[in-house]
């Protein structure tokens, strides 16, 4: 079985802080996928990974294959960074499989 | 490029109702996706087209479900005779390319409630 798992499901920081958002995933994939969620819906790809590391302003992104782990971290936090953030994975198909997503606040 | 477009942005409806969503992709994406997603929930999937051929459909999508992309540019989502369980925010993904190992682009979602 395909399977996402996310941790933590809620995250409370305060601004400046470095946070760090892991996803584990079950079987071997061709890609992984870090995502945003405002709330109202919306959804922003911000990561596509299929090894090593991808970095985009203050987000970073690492996939360690043999692991089977990727995380997402975000330097100097900023409450403008309170989203929900959703990995998913692409297993060689033509779908994706989510994990539950990281509710994450960040505080002034 | 002026994103993926999903309407309406909210749908309220009786228990019982047929209801009809549209997605217009972005226009080159061949592939476009729909999925479901409740509260505290990930995305889960629905179906997938790639042009105007379903190329997939979920078991969680029953008979109630009909996803249509006849020109292989905007899908509709059809659910009929709805039920307080279909209430959730239904979302459209588009993408180019032959899989998931590309980029896919998401709407705002329609949020349904089935009162």
């Known amino acids: 079985k395909n399977e996402v798992e996310q941790s933590p499901q809620n995250l409370t920081a305060q601004e400046g802080e470095f946070i760090t958002i892991n996803c584990s995933y079950s079987v071997g994939i061709s890609a992984l996928h870090w995502l945003q969620q405002h709330p109202g819906g919306g959804i922003v790809s911000l990561f596509m990974l299929s090894s090593g590391k991808k970095k985009h302003g203050r987000l970073i992104a690492t996939i360690n294959i043999q692991e089977k782990h990727s995380s997402l971290h975000i330097t100097a936090s900023h409450p403008r960074d309170s989203a929900v953030y959703i990995c998913?994975?692409?297993?060689?198909?033509?779908?994706?499989?989510f994990g539950t997503g990281t509710r994450l606040q960040v505080f002034p | 490029d002026t994103g993926v477009s999903q309407n309406p942005r909210h749908k309220i409806t009786k228990r019982g109702q047929n209801v009809t969503f549209r997605c217009d992709p972005i226009s080159e994406h061949n592939r476009l996706y729909w999925y479901r997603q409740t509260l505290g929930q990930g995305p889960e999937f629905l179906t997938y087209?790639?042009?105007?051929?379903?190329?997939?459909k979920s078991r969680l999508l029953s008979d109630r479900f009909s996803a249509e992309r006849p020109k292989g540019s905007f899908s509709t989502l059809e659910i009929q005779r709805t039920e307080q369980g279909d209430s959730a925010m239904y979302l459209c993904a588009s993408g180019l390319g032959r899989d998931t190992s590309s980029p896919l682009h998401f709407g705002n979602g329609t949020r349904l409630t089935v009162t």
């Open positions: 087209f790639q042009n105007e051929a379903q190329l997939e």
């Open positions: 998913a994975a692409s297993y060689n198909t033509d779908k994706l499989i």
